[in-house]
T-cell receptor
Framework: GAVVSQHPSWVICKSGTSVKIECRSL??????MFWYRQFPKQSLMLMAT?????????EQGVEKDKFLINHASLTLSTLTVTSAHPEDSSFYIC????????????FGQGTRLTVV | GESVGLHLPTLSVQEGDNSIINCAYS??????FIWYKQESGKGPQFIID?????DKRQGQRVTVLLNKTVKHLSLQIAATQPGDSAVYFC??????????FGTGTSLTVIP
């Protein structure tokens, strides 16, 4: 299957700083990528849809100024958590979908963010 | 948004037994569904998918059943093995866009 890579896998940052997470599709082009957030023992919550060359579409309740998404190329989307607070600590997972009406989404390995 | 994240229900089965994991999806317009397996600290992995024009689909040791009337999916795992221990999620898709995840079930296989 297609490979989606996230970097970093784990990051610890101080409150008030910003953290950037990268999501790359390694062997296919992804015009659309998705960012999810997952708290311990809970499901994946969709945060936003990242569209190559245009603005991201955010789910209701997700602050677009706090979670900046950039999809600069067909293989790279980035999520920047700005002015991070401890409550932003979570597992962030990206996914990319192959083209086609019924195409599965492939997931990165996730990024564990801890804000101290 | 779609389904709201809740604390995971759990299922324990004896090694060798069959497992049945259930999922209720929320959008009657969803027409494509995937079951994912997630191991601790990792991203979800594809298990099997099904389109809404089907009621059943079989893979290797896994079967997915879809009941559109009650918006319900199930995943059956035959001869469950210790390596099957993980969290299982169903994800629904409409119009080929975003996937929304169900609550998930934590499966523990007892050797």
């Amino acid at each position: 299957g297609a490979v989606v890579s996230q970097h970093p896998s784990w990051v610890i940052c101080k409150s008030g700083t910003s953290v950037k997470i990268e999501c790359r599709s390694l062997d296919f082009q992804a015009t659309t990528m998705f960012w999810y957030r997952q708290f311990p023992k809970q499901s994946l919550m969709l945060m936003a849809t990242s569209n190559e060359g245009s603005k991201a579409t955010y789910e209701q309740g997700v602050e677009k100024d706090k979670f900046l998404i950039n999809h600069a190329s067909l293989t790279l989307s980035t999520l920047t958590v700005t002015s991070a607070h401890p409550e932003d600590s979570s597992f962030y997972i990206c996914s990319a979908k192959l083209r086609g009406r019924f195409a599965e989404a492939f997931f990165g390995q996730g990024t564990r963010l801890t804000v101290v | 948004g779609e389904s709201v994240g809740l604390h995971l229900p759990t299922l324990s089965v004896q090694e060798g037994d069959n497992s049945i994991i259930n999922c209720a999806y929320s959008n009657s317009a969803s027409d494509y569904f995937i079951w994912y397996k997630q191991e601790s600290g990792k991203g979800p992995q594809f298990i099997i998918d099904i389109r809404s024009n089907m009621d059943k689909r079989q893979g290797q040791r896994v079967t997915v059943l879809l009941n559109k009337t009650v918006k319900h999916l199930s995943l059956q795992i035959a001869a469950t093995q210790p390596g099957d221990s993980a969290v299982y999620f169903c994800a629904e898709n409409m119009s080929g866009n975003q996937f929304y995840f169900g609550t998930g079930t934590s499966l523990t296989v007892i050797p």
